[in-house]
């Protein structure tokens, strides 16, 4: 077998993953059980479940995900009284995000397309675990901040682990990503190449060069063409 053109490395969450109705639905569950717990969670809604993430993002962007999650939730429970049943909550929450946590139509399709020419890998600073979100077997290898000392992107580090996996220099390295600054800007910054994944046609950020842009995954096989050619 020849050896790989380059390495493609994928970001999870609203890359691979359609993470947003999977959160929705298990905001829904968590709603539905302090209903059923307390009458006092009669005037608390999905909205106020929803910004309670937004709440504590700021203070703890740096933390795992999980824990900006429970403390999410915690501030959802105190609404209700219900903040001593918090790992209950929790535990439920979870449990219904990744039975609802599908891939996008486009992604195994993708995948399966970039396996024969190209090593695939999955980073992601986010609670994606591929094998539980409809994506076991995908790839080579799998990196989630916070284990083994990953930083979260868009720290040098994390790129510095993705290149370490891949076991190719950074230039043959692709990273495919929605997020402007953690997926384009700083893979570059680490000497990556990048495919900016832009499924809203949102307009490009002024200074953001990626070496490719695509609305779908399925565009990823015909560009990356190009954007591997001059690291063979």
Known sequence: MSAPRAAVVFDADETLIDLRP???GALAAVLEEMRRRTPAAADVS???LEGDWGSV???????????IRRAALARSLARAGLGAHLDEFAALFFARRYALSRPFPDALPTLAALRPHHLLGFATNGNSRAERCGLAGQFAFA?????GGLPK???PGF????VAAAGLPAGRIVHVGDSPEH???AAQRAGLRTVWLNRA???RPPGLEPDAEVSTLSDLPGVLVDVTSTNA
């Open 22 to 24: 999977a959160v929705t």
């Open 46 to 48: 999905l909205a106020d």
């Open 57 to 67: 993002f700021g203070a703890l962007s740096a933390a795992p995900v999980q824990e």
């Open 143 to 147: 990196l989630y901040a916070h284990e």
């Open 153 to 155: 992107k868009p720290a």
């Open 159 to 162: 790129f510095a682990g993705v």
């Open 183 to 185: 997926d384009v800007v």
């Open 201 to 203: 046609g949102l307009p």
